[in-house]
């Protein structure tokens, strides 16, 4: 039951990072590699506030959303300037930098000996160290922020984001604002992929930089592909599969040491095979429909 | 000491020249980055392994069987992934992404069998090298130096003198006219994918033997060849020369004055700075964004 608890809780963590990144990734077009790095800093701002201040979390939350937008918004300036393939490289030295700083800046982040005993989180002294509370909380943000995505998609700037993402040339011509749009997408999908990094340095009372290494950007990446671009009901249930995925395997008697690469090379052949096909997501392998894949 | 690490950048500037060659041998063709190139070169050393350590075939052949092999795995990226998608007419970032899937699952594969430790593909004892200008360099280190230069040249001439070379930059400068003129551009991409793997086969299998191998250690290697090239200039040689040699000096020069751990972000903090100030490199074409 405790375990059943814990995947759920993976889940809900996987869904807040795949739909944050589905803002930039599906909304615009902005493929990111960049976005467990975004999770690693609000899971390190998280940690390094309330082990060394002693702030509770609804403290922390805001702040390392706040750090995390700032430095979303410094990178995108940059990162913006350059468009596909050279974005994504980009974004994956943005992710080889973040990497770099957290397992090296020994005064900051004590570097791979990682930063334990991160308390748990407190609301008006009740402790939420029990799973079954824990799991109420993370449900609770991701009800936010799917409710805000879906606002957003549904709003002009969403429109926006989508004509961006299918033609970008013709929607400066009709004179969207191009640039400042897609630095808020990137921006807003940083600062929202810190709430799940908050909520997993509590969670899990000891962060290390092994969690947010580029295959873990690239494993979020997967999950946005997976569960189709701009589909954020998409997002969660591929998040929702590939967490159980290696539990799967387990169930028909693969060894763990297996299991782990076995995972990885499912997720790999699936993420092949939706763009061999063209057919956005998995889900359209089974529903026959015919749709768009990456946008040019 | 200084004779040391130019004897270092030197080495190193020339592992990186290969790759950025490799790589940039397929990218200008084909139009995408072909990240799983990756375990191209790392499946040239683990082939290798398997072949010299596992078999017990005589090392040259070993050697030989590698490069092969890895070829075959380019050729079969080509054959069965990109090119029906081609056919298909994908999108330019849909190639980027089925090939950071085939990464991962190829990736994983070699770690499935060979098991994720480093192996050592080096023969024979570890020797203190040669001392020349009171500097050390072992023989492998001479050999891939050498066999990375003369590689380099080889591909440069083959490209501008032979008629395939000619064929593979006029498929990168124009697709359709090419067809139209009764060159056949999935051909000649096959055949650049060919030439590039082999390529990459080598600088794996030359790394390999001198620092050891992961089944990782493609992915570094081949984004310092990346980085290299897009600081360099796409489309230009000495441009490439010149990223491959700046990136080897800053990266040796990290390790010497900072800490070897920072190597990997120097390299891309010098990338990040060059995407703000020089987008288009040491001495770039246009990036391409509308083609009209």
Known sequence: MEYLLHLLILIAFYTLLAQSLNLSAGFTGLISLAHAGFYGIGAYTTAILSTQFGLPFWINLPLAMLIGGVIAFIVSLIALRTVEDYFIICTLGIQVIVFSLMNNLMDVTRGPLGIPGIPAIRFFGINLDDKISFLALSVFFVAIVWFILRNISHSGFGKTLKAISEDEIYAQSIGKKVYQAKIISFTLSAILAAIPGALYAHYISYIDPTSFTVNESIFILSIVIIGGLGNLTGSFFAAAFLVLLPEALRFVGMPDNIAANMRQIIYGLILVAVMMTGKNGLKEFFLFYKGNSVKQ | ?292
């Open chain 2, 1 to 292: 000491m200084y004779n040391q690490l130019i004897i270092y950048v030197i080495q190193t500037t020339s592992i990186y020249l290969l790759i950025a060659a490799s790589f940039s041998l397929i990218y200008y063709p084909a139009k995408f980055f072909h990240i799983a190139h990756a375990v191209i070169i790392a499946s040239a050393a683990y082939l290798t392994f398997l072949f010299a350590k596992q078999l017990s075939l005589s090392f040259t052949l070993a050697i030989i069987a590698g490069i092969a092999g890895a070829v075959c795995i380019g050729l079969l990226c080509e054959i069965l992934l990109y090119s029906p998608m081609r056919k298909r007419n994908a999108p330019a970032l849909a190639y980027l992404i089925a090939s950071i899937g085939l990464y991962i699952v190829l990736q994983n594969c070699i770690s499935l069998y060979f098991g994720d430790d480093t192996k050592i593909i080096r023969t024979g004892e570890i020797t203190v090298g040669n001392e020349i200008f009171g500097a050390y360099i072992t023989n492998i280190q001479i050999i891939t130096i050498f066999v990375s230069i003369a590689l380099f040249i080889t591909v440069n001439l083959l490209l501008q003198l032979t008629s395939i070379g000619k064929s593979i930059r006029a498929v990168s400068s124009n697709p359709e006219l090419c067809n139209i003129y009764g060159i056949n551009s999935n051909k000649i991409i096959l055949i650049a994918f060919g030439i590039g793997s082999a390529l990459a086969a080598v600088a794996g299998i030359l790394s390999a033997m001198d620092t050891n191998m992961t089944p990782t250690f493609g992915f570094n290697l081949l984004l310092y060849g990346v980085v290299a090239m897009i600081i360099g200039g796409v489309g230009s040689t000495k441009g490439l020369i010149a990223g491959a040699l700046l990136v080897a000096t800053a990266q040796h020069l990290a390790a010497y004055y900072i800490d070897t751990k920072w190597m990997d972000a120097v390299t891309y903090v010098i990338l990040i700075l060059f995407l703000i100030w020089k987008p288009l490199g040491f001495s770039g074409k246009q990036l391409r964004k509308v083609e009209i």
